[in-house]
């Protein structure tokens, strides 16, 4: 069952009138057909030429140039919207650009814009570096960020400026230490679970962000339904604090991998703890970069709690463990 929890995902959040769901992944998709069902999509570039019911994807340059009747929910490095999108925009990446018009617009990146023929019908949230409105949106444009130019127009405009540090707070550094520690105790003496997890990383990392990400969603919402009474609320108790506890050391997976990846392109192999020192500093780094930091960090943390599930999921296999090396 390839897809197996991301159908089960998506069934969740689809909406009631969807019909089905189609995969499309690879170095460079691209929809140039027509697709009457919601679409999960991923790859190094990814371009829809064609409309669909609605759109869910990951990659390195997302192009969107064709209607899409729901909503677009996408994560990437690049993110360009030229169509029109009949829900809300969801995006999270480096660069964000919505040309077309759409219901509601939520969006954090690098730098983010809003193009001048661009009509965002009710609110338009933003939280980014640098963040540009040309178009129009109809009720309030809330904006967080280190620049704004407003050029276009807005209901109601509400904008907090942010100022970076390039330097991490102590705060900052003694947890990252606290996490190296834990990290290296994982590998060190609990090489097979951890080694699983990371398996699962590195083999399929755009599908299992995608699905890390709902999944934190679907788990928040099953949780706060089992909470609401009496009996099941020490069950979402004790279930909420595993749910944390997984999105806490999810990054620890992701830095691994990193390391791993980077040791293996420079054809060294050092031992497992190198490996994942290596991939913990890397990461460290990337998160203390303002802005992209954070967007890096729900990648992070996607990643290793979708491949935490998946590594579960094979838990039961005879071949399921093995060291982390």
């Not at 003496?189 to 679907?218: C, D, K, S, W, Y």
């Not at 303002?290 to 709690?305: K, N, Q, T």
């Amino acid at each position: 069952m390839k897809y197996l929890a991301v159908i089960i995902l998506g069934l969740l959040l689809m909406p009631a009138g969807a019909q089905a769901l189609t995969f499309m992944s690879g170095d460079q998709p691209v929809i140039d057909t027509p697709i009457p069902d919601d679409v999960i999509a991923s790859g190094g570039t990814v371009t829809v030429n064609a409309p669909v019911n609605s759109l869910t994807v990951a990659g390195g340059r997302v192009t969107v140039n064709a209607p899409v009747r729901g909503d677009v929910i996408a994560t990437g490095g690049t993110l360009i919207i030229n169509g029109d999108v009949g829900g809300k925009v969801l995006a999270a990446g480096g660069e964000i650009e919505v040309n077309g018009n759409a219901t509601n617009v939520l969006i954090t990146g690098s730098t983010a814009r809003i193009g001048r023929n661009a009509v965002i019908e009710r609110d338009a949230v933003i939280s980014a570096g640098d963040v540009t409105n040309a178009g129009s949106v109809l009720r309030n444009l809330t904006v967080s960020a280190s620049t704004f130019n407003d050029t276009g127009s807005a209901g109601n405009v509400t904008f907090e400026e942010v100022q970076e540090s390039a330097l991490p707070g102590l705060f900052s550094i003694f947890a990252a230490i606290g996490f190296l520690i834990l990290g290296l105790i994982f590998v060190r003496f609990l090489p097979g679970p951890f080694g699983a997890v990371v398996r699962q990383v590195e083999q399929r990392p755009i599908i299992h962000t995608i699905v890390g990400f709902f999944a934190a969603i679907v788990s928040v919402i099953i949780l706060f339904i089992i909470a609401i009474t009496i009996i099941g609320l020490p069950i979402a108790f004790v279930g909420g604090l595993l749910f944390i506890v997984a999105l806490v050391i999810s990054p620890l997976f992701v830095a691994f991998a990193l390391g791993d990846l980077i040791a293996s392109r420079v054809g060294r192999k050092p031992g497992p703890l190198w490996v994942f020192i290596l991939g913990f500093v890397i990461l460290q780094i990337l998160f203390f970069i303002p802005v992209l930091g954070s967007i890096i960090r729900i990648i992070a943390v996607s990643l290793g709690y979708g491949g935490i599930l998946y590594a579960l999921r094979g838990a039961r296999s005879p071949h399921a463990g093995g060291e982390a090396a």
